[in-house]
């Protein structure tokens, strides 16, 4: 159970792992063959199991810039768990969202809602037909907008029959259809705000509707992992992201055919941005990490990003980013061969 001739040294090692610092490293060298890698896996592995172990890590999309993706913290051993508890939720909102929207009580509200609306428009179309008919005039729809044209006899008159006016006859009904025109683009312009005010009215129902379906299930997430304020920030970014893009849930089909030479097709693409990149994931592990990493390359040490050839393109996205050693020791020890890192230029 003891290094045999190798007090001094093994003195060192652990006056080193007890500096609790940054900066601190320890660089052992010796007559090869003498187990210098072994004697040291173990005293700092002995050392690492004293120590409380290390979250894990996740990464997700940054719903603001998704150039920039985000890492968060995950409790010991929950990164998978957590990753499988996010696919199922967004997996029942593909199932629960088109079911709340396609209710009675939802399509009821909705048809209230138009109803209402329609009324006033039909309320400012028969004010502007009274207000025609007093003038004399009709108001007929074009392809390209509204036109007037001048009665007589209740019918339409013809331009022969104007021209036949008197000329105090003819300015007084210029002059009617002008103020005719202001009255119906000024009534036109109403009834944009009416159709705008619609569609914010129907888009706040559907943001209620939706927040209500994804609320149930998002706080029994939220509670889960309530000591976590990474989770739970990251879960408040995918509630906000979904009531945004409801759409996506209910107007999708996301069983459409299969992606076409590699690319995702539009409901996956949707989706996709929800899902959880495990990077570091400590289950079973006890005490700090202790990772010896025996080829240490750029990517075996830093991590690396995967791309996919799509359409002669390679793409990329937060879910193909790996982790490396460094990321994997973090909260630990990094055990490296000096030499194989001096090798490489761009690890040192």
Request: proline share 4%; with cysteine.
């Amino acid at each position: 159970d003891e290094v045999i001739g190798q007090t001094r040294a093994v003195q060192a090692i652990e006056f080193g792992l007890n500096m609790d610092s940054p900066g601190y490293n320890i660089f052992v060298t010796g007559i090869e063959g003498t187990g210098k890698s072994t004697i040291v896996q173990d005293i700092v592995g002995q050392h690492a199991k004293a120590l409380p172990p290390c979250c894990d890590w996740c990464m997700v999309n940054n719903f603001i810039d998704e150039f920039c993706p985000k890492t968060i913290s995950v409790p010991t051993g929950q990164a998978l768990k957590f990753k499988k508890q996010m696919g199922k939720f967004i997996e029942d909102l593909q199932n629960e969202l088109p079911k709340a929207f396609s209710s009675e009580s939802y399509q009821k509200k909705q048809s209230a809602l138009k109803e209402s609306y329609a009324d006033k428009q039909r309320t400012l179309f028969k004010k502007l037909d009274q207000s025609a008919a007093d003038r004399q005039i009709t108001i007929q729809k074009t392809q390209t907008g509204y036109q007037t044209i001048p009665l007589l006899d209740d019918k339409p008159m013809s331009q022969e029959a104007f021209q036949q006016l008197s000329e105090d006859q003819r300015a007084a009904i210029e002059e009617n259809i002008r103020a005719l025109q202001a009255e119906t683009e000024a009534t036109l312009r109403e009834i944009s705000k009416l159709g705008q005010a619609r569609r914010d009215q129907i888009e706040k129902l559907m943001a209620e509707v939706t927040l209500f379906v994804v609320r149930n299930r998002l706080d029994i997430l939220k509670s889960a992992y309530q000591d976590s304020k990474d989770i739970v920030s990251y879960l408040d970014q995918v509630q906000e992201a979904i009531v945004e893009n409801v759409n996506e849930f209910i107007a999708t089909d996301t069983k459409g055919s299969a992606p076409d030479m590699g690319r995702p097709s539009p409901a996956q693409s949707a989706f996709h941005r929800y899902q959880v990149n495990v990077l570091v994931d400590r289950k079973g592990e006890k005490g700090a990490p202790v990772i010896f990493e025996t080829n240490p390359t750029y990517n075996n040490l830093f991590g690396y990003i995967e791309k996919r050839a799509v359409m002669g393109t390679l793409m990329t996205d937060f879910t193909m980013v790996q982790a490396g050693s460094l990321l994997r020791a973090n909260g630990g020890y990094l055990l490296l061969d000096i030499e194989a890192v001096l090798k490489n230029s761009l690890v040192w």
